[in-house]
């Protein structure tokens, strides 16, 4: 602890700024730059592997793409179990992030360079291995900058989830503009004929190289030693966590705790069928904005993927007014459970807007194919993502925030990992809802969506009063 608190003072000693070490800040540059990559790849995939070949995408079927867009997504939120545990065990968190850098900068290469199904394939698959090594250590060493129980701590993580939503927001409006405007083959009636996917990518990639230099060019002089070497009770703690779980199943816990740890798991369970409606976003959602959402602004067609960008826009909008709104008196008189049931109601209030885009689409076939006769009003879509958003808000901030209130120290870790594997299995099931907006149509999946999350988000109401009392005074 003594050589911890000396290595925090050095770190320290190089000045701050704005209140915080400026390693906080290399930080938050080295993660934007990394989810520049990650979400400019994410807001053109479905489009890429759904257009035409002549259209350069790799025209494969909308269902079968929903699913690969579903386990692509959802094992990217798997992995970082796996690469938190080498890092402790093995490499060091700066090795591991290092590792996951380059190997992310490969998988956007190949999705540049290879315009095919195995390439495809293999960029995803590269994609997936270089995420587990780079996320959970980047959050990690934010947390080692200050000491035990320093109040900074929540802000630097406050700060750095600003980085995250920063490249969350550029990303899809640089990488858009690449593949669906500058890059792009337009007739003479400026509908695209041929996409310019690839130069997206390379823009990915770019970026995730750009976050590779800053961090390795300055982790030295800014994070001095800070997670060069493996954790030094890693091993202990490995044995901890088993002695743990033979205690859960020996009866060892306190009747509280074991409340506790229910409620954990209760509540994992509905934010799995939250997450899984909310990632639409990036594969229904995206293909039904592409085709009959009515794009056009004063005689300019917005990218399909600039839409990707309204929810993290949102987000640096109003956190700050719900960061406010919970610490007023009213927003300290709910709790958690009513903010999360809140939540999914909200996400459920945000598809009926998608289902009256519905309403106002009008098609017809011609030669076995279907037109667009009219197209849904972007104002529909708007109000979806803006519902979507203040869901989001009322449910994944406190509900991490809860996991570390009620987990017992020695299982916090682990029960983390089990809030995290909620996104893992959502997004495979969200995949697999995705695959079927072609067979049953696009209103019945989101009025099915819609409906079911909100009768969700009601039951999770009539049991907060009891979830509560099972927190033992956790709010």
């Given at each position: 602890m003594a050589s911890n608190d000396q290595l925090i003072e050095r770190i320290e000693a190089q000045g701050k700024l704005f209140g915080h070490p400026k390693g906080l800040y290399l930080l938050f540059f080295t993660e934007m730059w990394e989810r520049f990559s990650y979400y400019g790849m994410r807001g053109i995939l479905m489009l890429y592997m759904t257009k035409l070949w002549m259209e350069n995408g790799l025209e494969i079927a909308e269902d079968s793409a929903a699913l690969i867009y579903g386990f692509f997504t959802g094992f990217v939120y798997f992995t970082p179990i796996i690469g938190g545990w080498i890092a402790d065990r093995f490499i060091g968190q700066r090795k591991a992030i290092t590792i996951g850098g380059i190997t992310m900068f490969l998988g956007q290469l190949v999705l540049f360079g290879m315009n095919t199904h195995f390439g495809l394939g293999l960029g995803l698959v590269l994609l997936i291995i270089g995420n587990g090594f780079f996320k959970p250590n980047i959050s990690t060493m934010v947390g080692q900058l200050y000491r035990d129980g320093d109040d900074r701590r929540d802000a630097a993580f406050s700060i750095f989830y600003m980085g995250i939503n920063l490249g969350a927001l550029i990303a899809p409006l640089i990488v858009g503009l690449l593949a669906e405007d500058w890059f792009a083959l337009k007739d003479a009636a400026g509908n695209i004929t041929a996409y310019g996917f690839k130069y997206g990518f390379l823009a990915a990639a770019i970026g995730m190289a750009l976050g590779q230099l800053i961090f390795n060019g300055l982790a030295k002089k800014y994070l001095l030693e800070i997670g060069e070497k493996p954790a030094p009770s890693a091993t202990v703690e490995a044995s901890e966590i088993i002695e743990d779980v033979q205690n859960v199943k020996t009866g060892t816990l306190t009747s509280v705790e074991k409340q506790r740890i229910a409620v954990i798991f209760i509540l994992t369970f509905f934010v799995i069928f939250f997450w899984a409606g909310f990632?639409?976003?990036?594969?229904?959602?995206?293909?039904?904005?592409?085709?009959?959402?009515?794009?056009?602004?004063?005689?300019?067609?917005?990218?399909?993927?600039?839409?990707?960008?309204?929810?993290?826009?949102?987000?640096?909008?109003?956190?700050?007014?719900?960061?406010?709104?919970?610490?007023?008196?009213?927003?300290?008189?709910?709790?958690?459970?009513?903010?999360?049931s809140l939540g999914m109601i909200l996400l459920g209030i945000g598809f009926l807007f998608m289902l009256f885009a519905t309403y106002e689409v009008q098609t017809s076939m011609e030669e076995g194919k279907e037109v667009v006769v009219q197209k849904a009003a972007l104002v529909w879509l708007i109000l979806t993502y803006f519902f979507h958003t203040i869901g989001e808000l009322c449910l994944s901030p406190v509900g991490l925030s809860v996991v570390t209130k009620l987990a017992p120290v020695k299982l916090a870790s682990m029960l983390m990992g089990v809030w995290m594997l909620s996104s893992f299995a959502a997004n495979i099931i969200g995949g697999f809802i995705a695959a079927y907006v072609e067979k049953l149509g696009a209103a019945t999946i989101f009025v099915s969506i819609a409906v079911f999350v909100m009768v969700l988000g009601l039951i999770m109401l009539l049991l907060s009063r009891r979830l509560s009392k099972m927190m033992h005074g956790v709010k």
């Open positions: 990632e639409q976003a990036g594969s229904s959602m995206t293909l039904y904005t592409d085709t009959y959402i009515d794009r056009n602004f004063f005689g300019w067609q917005i990218p399909t993927t600039f839409f990707q960008s309204v929810n993290p826009l949102f987000i640096v909008a109003l956190a700050p007014i719900f960061a406010w709104f919970w610490t007023s008196k009213f927003g300290k008189k709910l709790t958690t459970p009513v903010k999360m």
